[in-house]
């Protein structure tokens, strides 16, 4: 028959017409494969190209949003450790004293290494005149430091000395003394903070910390401290107002990975000092930190994708240049679709190919084969999904394209929605946004793998709850052969929300726990008691480390401890009245114990001690079986209440108010300083009653437990608001205590206070530091973040829309470059008070760091009510400033989105503000862009 349609037909001139045509067709099939290999191969080609193209663009923008996340949080870090620098200098502007014991309670209270990782201290050096410097050594020396001198020793005009660095103890012990300004580099920085008043950061240094094993680059930052009393408004002023510096020390690699928290594994990150990276200038280099290998470095540092950026930091310039790790490179390995494209494409061309193929030389029994396989098919897709639908599991199909086409009756049933819109990706609008990116990155990473995978998630019930789900997906292969045919994805998920809350609920009881622990820890600590346990029956005693101090000696010194350790130590007559005490306690007459009691130090005086206790355990019989209490060092108290009966005019002298008045409340008498406070005279005073103080700020249940508290204890201590003679309410910390006589009654009452007016006017001061921009004046995002949950808050109330539009200027690096920074602080003042200007009453201009702003738009009737105003800010930046006889010129680009149209939580807003600002940069800058939030669009990088 080959033979027969391969004839010439002029060779067979008597064959009929219809013959000829259908061999003539026959030929012509023959060749409808190859032209259909042909067309394939050619759109395979032009689909790899476009594969290609969009890889590209997402590794640039992969690689751009993980660059700027890393560049805001050492921003944001390094601004954190300023705030911390001026709340030292605020320590001494508060206090007139600082001493090395205030100054190592106030900087535990911050608890640096859980807030901040990665600093290395606190500290403040002094300044020291040459003819002061003998005496400074005499002083230190004196505090118990026999061996302190001003290090590196040499004559100069001037001398630093770093007295407090806390913690004091293991690598800060080397820099307990040294002269930071006597090393050029250290001085500089040192120098600018003198003079500006600002934070300054040092360049490159070797610290006094480093010991010569495992050295790593060295900065440090200083924030300058001035005496009160003396003026502050010029360098000049500030250079002799100087009382020294509070800095910090940093090694760079500990720095970094405080920052980071090990989060930096898809960047190559090197930092130089300046705004050159030469060698000599290095910091921080991650992957030799890490020690990763020559190869990976070197093709991390060869790909084309690259960034250098140059940040300020307390008035330096860093130098950070960023490249792909091995880490984003697997990534993005990861997601090959150029590859896929072109081997689907392949694949698809052989299979269309060999279709034909078969078409053409067994249409016949193709069909039959078809019809066949298509009944049995339907077949045993009908027996599936009946048993699917009758099992409690949610269960889903996925084609081999990742799509989703089938979700049984139960999975329906649990979303509430109909099949057609849970089919391809629509079922993903259910899961919770926290949870949709890492769910998507399992499913394709194992589809692409062709492996099993389970992964826990959240997803929106009918009812609009949100439950837990334990997904488990698992590849189909053609006759549930691995080595044949894949066909798939199918998945079972089980609801695990009870065993979520159960574990949620364990964890937060785990925490409460925790907490109440440490917080009694911390209480005892803070209150400076000893504390002791009593197994009333045996004798058995325990004494913490505390208990022993307070009587002179170390805890193993008292060893063997039992209860009869108490009895010698305390005074017999004390002893006897603890006693009588002890039993009217056992026989339940009194809640709880306590006693005044002496006991002998170990170097023979005797020490008040208040004792405490209740009886933590009872007998079933109702005997008493332990106690718990504490000891409270009282001795201060006792001594200054005798001194008192004895010298009751020594008063006159002191700075704090004091009054004096009889058990009926009467005046009988002031010191200078109350006149001085109040100004009231002491003959206006006299006679009158302390009511007279009364500024009507506190309430009668104030006054009730006010006096139930003296009447009772004997003593009272508070803050309380009091109105001087002008009329002028100030605030006051007030002690009153009850002076008794020979035979324990009350014979005057004795208060004395203490005008805080101006601590209180430092802590607004510092609230509105928290809260403020330090340079516009503008809220920070601590401040707009609670204004957001506000605004959001608001606009679900009043079903209204509201904006928030993300600004970064445009140009304003270069006019930082060539006029400097303090043109520059300039004119981001005067660009902010002019988009200030442009919102309306109730909208918000927050400044977040640098050139970049966000604005909050309230009260929108309609998306397109925000226009007029976006309109308002790119004018207001774009108008040129004129700065000390420059015209500067800079224009600003925003993104914005718009809730509830992009109906996520305040974090996730700004995230896709941001992402619609780099957007209108990519077109051009000086112009607005909106973000478009679609149901199966993948979600901007992470910053």
């Given at each position: 028959?080959?033979?027969a349609?391969?004839?010439?037909?002029d060779?067979?001139?008597?064959?009929?017409?219809?013959?000829?045509?259908?061999?003539?067709?026959?030929?012509?099939?023959?060749w409808i494969?190859?032209?259909v290999?042909?067309?394939?191969?050619?759109?395979?080609?032009?689909?790899?190209?476009?594969a290609?193209?969009?890889?590209?663009?997402?590794?640039?923008?992969?690689?751009?949003?993980?660059?700027r996340?890393v560049?805001?949080?050492?921003?944001?870090?390094?601004?954190a450790?300023?705030?911390?620098?001026?709340?030292?200098?605020?320590?001494?502007?508060a206090?007139?004293?600082?001493d090395?014991?205030?100054?190592?309670?106030?900087?535990?209270?911050?608890?640096?290494?859980?807030?901040?990782?990665g600093?290395?201290?606190?500290?403040?050096?002094?300044?020291?005149?040459?003819?002061?410097?003998?005496?400074?050594?005499?002083?230190?020396?004196?505090?118990?430091?026999?061996g302190?001198?001003v290090?590196p020793?040499?004559?100069?005009?001037v001398?630093?000395?770093?007295?407090?660095?806390?913690?004091?103890?293991?690598?800060?012990?080397r820099?307990?003394?040294?002269?930071?300004?006597?090393?050029?580099?250290?001085?500089?920085a040192?120098?600018?903070?003198?003079d500006?008043?600002e934070?300054?950061?040092?360049?490159?240094?070797?610290?006094?910390?480093?010991?010569?094993?495992?050295?790593?680059a060295?900065?440090?930052?200083?924030?300058?401290?001035?005496?009160?009393?003396?003026?502050?408004?010029?360098?000049?002023?500030?250079?002799?107002?100087?009382?020294?510096?509070?800095?910090?020390?940093?090694?760079?690699?500990?720095?970094?990975?405080?920052?980071?928290?090990?989060?930096?594994?898809?960047?190559?990150?090197?930092?130089?000092?300046?705004?050159?990276?030469?060698?000599?200038a290095?910091?921080?280099?991650?992957?030799?930190e890490n020690?990763?290998?020559?190869a990976?470095?070197?093709?991390?540092?060869?790909?084309r994708?690259g960034?250098?950026?140059?940040?300020?930091?307390?008035?330096?310039?860093?130098?950070?240049?960023?490249r792909p790790a091995?880490?984003?490179?697997?990534h993005?390995?990861?997601?090959?679709?150029?590859?896929?494209?072109?081997?689907?494409?392949?694949?698809?061309?052989?299979?269309?190919?060999w279709?034909?193929w078969v078409?053409i030389?067994?249409?016949?029994?193709?069909?039959?084969?078809?019809h066949?396989?298509?009944r049995?098919?339907?077949?045993?897709?009908?027996?599936?999904?009946?048993?699917?639908?009758s099992?409690p599991?949610?269960?889903?199909l996925?084609?081999?394209?990742?799509?989703?086409?089938?979700?049984?009756?139960?999975?329906?049933?649990?979303?509430?929605?109909?099949?057609?819109?849970?089919?391809?990706y629509g079922?993903?609008?259910?899961?919770?946004?926290?949870d949709?990116?890492?769910?998507?990155?399992?499913y394709?990473?194992?589809?692409?793998?062709?492996?099993?995978?389970t992964?826990?998630?959240?997803?929106?019930?009918?009812?609009?709850?949100?439950?837990?789900?334990?997904?488990?997906?698992?590849?189909?292969?053609?006759?549930?052969?691995?080595?044949d045919?894949?066909?798939?994805?199918?998945?079972s998920?089980?609801?695990?929300?009870e065993?979520?809350?159960?574990?949620?609920a364990?964890?937060?009881?785990?925490?409460?726990?925790?907490?109440?622990?440490?917080?009694?820890a911390?209480?005892?600590?803070?209150?400076?008691v000893?504390?002791?346990?009593?197994?009333v029956q045996?004798?058995?005693?325990?004494?913490?480390?505390?208990?022993a101090?307070?009587?002179?000696?170390?805890?193993?010194?008292?060893?063997?401890?039992n209860?009869?350790?108490?009895?010698?130590?305390?005074?017999?007559?004390?002893?006897?009245?603890?006693?009588?005490?002890?039993?009217?306690?056992?026989?339940r007459?009194?809640?709880?114990?306590?006693?005044e009691?002496?006991m002998?130090?170990s170097?023979g005086?005797?020490?008040?001690?208040?004792?405490?206790?209740?009886?933590v355990?009872?007998a079933?019989?109702?005997?008493?079986?332990?106690?718990?209490?504490?000891?409270?060092?009282?001795?201060?108290?006792?001594?200054?209440?005798?001194?008192?009966q004895l010298?009751?005019?020594?008063?006159?002298?002191?700075?704090?108010?004091?009054?004096?008045a009889?058990t009926?409340g009467?005046?009988?008498?002031?010191?200078?300083?109350?006149?001085?406070?109040?100004?009231?005279?002491?003959?206006?005073?006299?006679?009158?009653?302390?009511?007279?103080?009364?500024s009507?700020?506190?309430?009668?249940?104030?006054?009730?437990?006010?006096?139930?508290?003296?009447?009772?204890k004997?003593?009272?201590?508070g803050?309380?608001?009091?109105?001087r003679?002008?009329?002028e309410?100030?605030?006051?910390?007030?002690?009153?205590?009850?002076?008794?006589?020979?035979?324990?009654?009350?014979q005057?009452?004795?208060a004395l206070?203490t005008?805080?007016?101006?601590?209180?006017?430092?802590?607004?001061?510092?609230e509105?530091?928290?809260?403020?921009?330090?340079?516009?004046?503008?809220?920070?995002r601590?401040?707009?973040?609670?204004?957001?949950?506000?605004?959001?808050?608001?606009?679900l109330?009043?079903?209204?829309?509201?904006?928030?539009?993300?600004?970064?200027?445009?140009?304003?690096?270069a006019?930082?470059d060539?006029?400097?920074h303090?043109?520059?602080?300039?004119?981001?003042?005067?660009?902010?008070r002019?988009m200030?200007?442009?919102?309306?009453?109730?909208?918000?201009?927050?400044?977040?760091?640098?050139d970049?702003?966000?604005a909050?738009?309230?009260?929108?009737?309609?998306?397109?009510?925000?226009?007029?105003?976006?309109e308002r800010?790119?004018q207001?930046?774009?108008?040129p400033?004129?700065?000390?006889?420059?015209?500067?010129?800079?224009?600003?680009?925003?993104?914005?989105?718009?809730?509830p149209?992009?109906?996520?939580?305040?974090?996730?807003?700004?995230?896709?503000a941001?992402?619609?600002?780099?957007?209108?940069?990519?077109?051009?800058r000086?112009?607005?862009?909106?973000?478009?939030?679609?149901?199966?669009a993948?979600?901007?990088?992470?910053?």
């Amino acid at each position: 028959m080959d033979d027969a349609l391969t004839d010439d037909p002029d060779e067979h001139p008597d064959e009929p017409p219809a013959l000829m045509r259908r061999k003539l067709a026959q030929q012509v099939f023959r060749w409808i494969p190859w032209l259909v290999l042909l067309l394939s191969l050619s759109f395979t080609g032009l689909a790899w190209r476009n594969a290609l193209v969009a890889q590209e663009r997402y590794e640039q923008t992969q690689f751009d949003f993980q660059v700027r996340a890393v560049l805001t949080r050492i921003e944001q870090r390094m601004q954190a450790y300023q705030q911390t620098l001026l709340s030292v200098r605020g320590l001494f502007e508060a206090s007139k004293d600082v001493d090395r014991q205030k100054f190592r309670r106030f900087v535990d209270s911050l608890h640096l290494t859980e807030i901040y990782p990665g600093i290395q201290g606190l500290g403040f050096s002094r300044l020291i005149a040459p003819a002061e410097l003998e005496r400074h050594i005499d002083a230190v020396r004196r505090e118990g430091f026999a061996g302190y001198t001003v290090q590196p020793a040499g004559p100069r005009d001037v001398y630093s000395a770093i007295v407090f660095l806390e913690p004091f103890s293991g690598r800060n012990l080397r820099a307990f003394g040294y002269d930071m300004y006597s090393e050029p580099v250290r001085q500089a920085a040192m120098v600018r903070a003198r003079d500006s008043g600002e934070a300054a950061l040092s360049g490159k240094v070797r610290l006094m910390q480093e010991a010569g094993r495992e050295e790593q680059a060295g900065l440090l930052m200083y924030v300058p401290v001035y005496r009160n009393d003396a003026p502050q408004s010029t360098p000049v002023e500030r250079q002799a107002a100087l009382l020294g510096w509070a800095y910090a020390p940093f090694r760079m690699r500990d720095l970094m990975n405080g920052i980071q928290g090990g989060r930096m594994g898809e960047l190559d990150i090197e930092i130089y000092d300046g705004e050159h990276p030469l060698p000599e200038a290095l910091l921080y280099d991650s992957y030799r930190e890490n020690l990763t290998s020559y190869a990976e470095m070197h093709v991390s540092r060869e790909h084309r994708l690259g960034a250098s950026h140059t940040l300020t930091i307390a008035g330096h310039p860093w130098t950070v240049i960023s490249r792909p790790a091995p880490g984003f490179l697997q990534h993005v390995k990861d997601r090959q679709q150029p590859v896929h494209t072109a081997l689907l494409g392949l694949a698809i061309s052989g299979m269309l190919f060999w279709l034909s193929w078969v078409l053409i030389n067994g249409r016949r029994q193709a069909l039959q084969a078809a019809h066949g396989m298509t009944r049995e098919l339907r077949e045993s897709e009908a027996r599936f999904r009946l048993l699917a639908d009758s099992v409690p599991a949610l269960i889903w199909l996925a084609d081999t394209d990742r799509r989703f086409y089938w979700f049984n009756r139960p999975w329906l049933e649990f979303t509430g929605r109909s099949l057609d819109k849970e089919q391809g990706y629509g079922w993903t609008d259910g899961i919770h946004p926290e949870d949709i990116k890492r769910y998507l990155d399992t499913y394709y990473a194992s589809f692409d793998q062709r492996q099993p995978y389970t992964i826990e998630l959240r997803l929106r019930h009918h009812d609009g709850d949100w439950r837990w789900i334990a997904d488990h997906g698992i590849p189909r292969f053609k006759n549930n052969d691995s080595n044949d045919e894949f066909i798939g994805y199918i998945g079972s998920c089980t609801d695990i929300n009870e065993r979520k809350l159960m574990e949620k609920a364990l964890q937060r009881s785990e925490e409460n726990f925790r907490r109440q622990s440490r917080t009694m820890a911390e209480i005892l600590w803070g209150a400076d008691v000893g504390t002791w346990e009593w197994n009333v029956q045996t004798g058995e005693t325990s004494f913490n480390q505390r208990w022993a101090e307070i009587v002179g000696y170390r805890l193993e010194e008292l060893a063997p401890i039992n209860i009869t350790t108490w009895h010698h130590l305390t005074h017999p007559d004390d002893l006897k009245r603890s006693n009588l005490m002890l039993q009217r306690c056992f026989r339940r007459e009194l809640d709880a114990y306590e006693c005044e009691v002496r006991m002998q130090h170990s170097d023979g005086h005797w020490v008040w001690v208040l004792d405490r206790g209740r009886v933590v355990e009872w007998a079933e019989d109702g005997q008493p079986l332990r106690m718990s209490g504490t000891h409270l060092d009282i001795t201060a108290r006792k001594q200054s209440e005798i001194r008192l009966q004895l010298a009751a005019n020594v008063f006159t002298h002191a700075r704090e108010a004091i009054v004096i008045a009889d058990t009926d409340g009467t005046i009988i008498d002031v010191n200078e300083a109350f006149i001085r406070i109040t100004g009231y005279t002491r003959e206006e005073a006299l006679g009158n009653n302390p009511r007279m103080l009364q500024s009507g700020l506190q309430d009668a249940d104030f006054y009730d437990e006010f006096w139930e508290t003296l009447l009772s204890k004997g003593h009272w201590s508070g803050e309380i608001w009091n109105r001087r003679k002008d009329g002028e309410v100030y605030p006051t910390l007030m002690t009153i205590s009850a002076v008794r006589d020979a035979n324990g009654r009350p014979q005057n009452y004795v208060a004395l206070s203490t005008d805080i007016t101006a601590i209180k006017n430092y802590q607004s001061k510092l609230e509105h530091i928290a809260h403020y921009d330090v340079l516009t004046g503008l809220p920070n995002r601590a401040l707009l973040a609670d204004r957001m949950r506000h605004a959001l808050s608001q606009c679900l109330r009043r079903d209204d829309a509201l904006a928030v539009v993300y600004l970064d200027l445009d140009g304003f690096k270069a006019v930082n470059d060539r006029h400097g920074h303090e043109i520059g602080d300039e004119l981001l003042v005067h660009v902010a008070r002019r988009m200030q200007e442009a919102l309306r009453e109730g909208d918000t201009l927050a400044r977040i760091g640098g050139d970049e702003f966000i604005a909050v738009l309230v009260d929108l009737d309609e998306p397109s009510h925000c226009e007029p105003i976006l309109e308002r800010l790119l004018q207001a930046a774009a108008d040129p400033v004129n700065l000390r006889g420059y015209a500067l010129n800079v224009s600003v680009s925003i993104g914005i989105t718009l809730f509830p149209v992009d109906r996520t939580d305040a974090d996730q807003l700004i995230r896709h503000a941001d992402h619609a600002m780099y957007q209108a940069k990519q077109a051009g800058r000086n112009c607005y862009r909106f973000f478009a939030p679609t149901p199966n669009a993948e979600e901007p990088p992470e910053e």
